[in-house]
T-cell receptor
């Protein structure tokens, strides 16, 4: 409905696994974002990409590795995660970063559980 | 102090009631302000942007007070379908579209 899709919708992984989250936007936007939403905490911005270039890394641990091959696709590669990394991971996109009131459109999220 | 602070609620109101949510932000250099709505186990969606002069969209009215660093959302004639969590969102200072979210205020509209 929002034009931003995420897969998988649910993921359970062990601490030694490697997995990837995928996000795709069909809105022709140039900026994409990864957020983390934990229970009882506000959404936390993780990474920002503008025209495929990373413009923000909000002090995210290296066990989270983003990849943006083009303006429509965004990945989050996961390895050696901790149980406290269990959360809802949301992808968003916007027209760009320059304008002050650029609406961000969110995908449905991937609910991640780390055992 | 949190960057964006909201009363978590829940606010339980009867259908047809008027309800107001408040939000304060700590960075006086913040440039743009929004209210997003998040339904249970769904993604956030933009409800409305908040402009300096205040703005209205149907039953929803948003106000901004830059001097007090305070944002409000008023919902009139509330409907059952308004039940959701309302997120106060501020554009981080420094440009770009880097948003800072509050923890949200939960609204439950009851019959």
């Amino acid at each position: 409905e929002t034009g931003v899709t995420q897969t998988p919708r649910h993921l359970v992984m062990g601490m030694t696994n490697k997995k990837s989250l995928k996000c795709e936007q069909h809105l022709g936007h140039n900026a994409m974002y990864w957020y983390k939403q934990s229970a009882k905490k506000p959404l936390e911005l993780m990474f920002v990409y503008n025209f495929k270039e990373q413009t923000e890394n909000n002090s995210v641990p290296s066990r989270f590795s983003p990849e943006c091959p083009n303006s429509s696709h965004l990945f989050l590669h996961l390895h050696t995660l901790q149980p406290e990394d269990s959360a809802l991971y949301l992808c968003a996109s916007s027209q760009g970063q320059g304008a002050t009131y650029n609406e961000q459109f969110f995908g449905p999220g991937t609910r991640l559980t780390v055992l | 102090r949190k960057e964006v602070e909201q009363d978590p609620g829940p606010f339980n109101v009867p259908e047809g009631a008027t309800v107001a949510f408040n939000c304060t932000y700590s960075n006086s250099a913040s440039q743009s302000f929004f209210w997003y709505r998040q339904d249970c186990r769904k993604e956030p969606k933009l409800l409305m942007s908040v402009y300096s002069s205040g703005n209205e969209d149907g039953r929803f009215t948003a106000q901004l007070n830059r001097a007090s660093q305070y944002i409000s959302l008023l919902i009139r004639d509330s409907k059952l379908s308004d039940s959701a969590t309302y997120l106060c969102v501020v554009n981080k200072a420094g440009g770009g579209n880097k948003l800072t979210f509050g923890t949200g205020t939960q609204l439950k509209v009851e019959l």
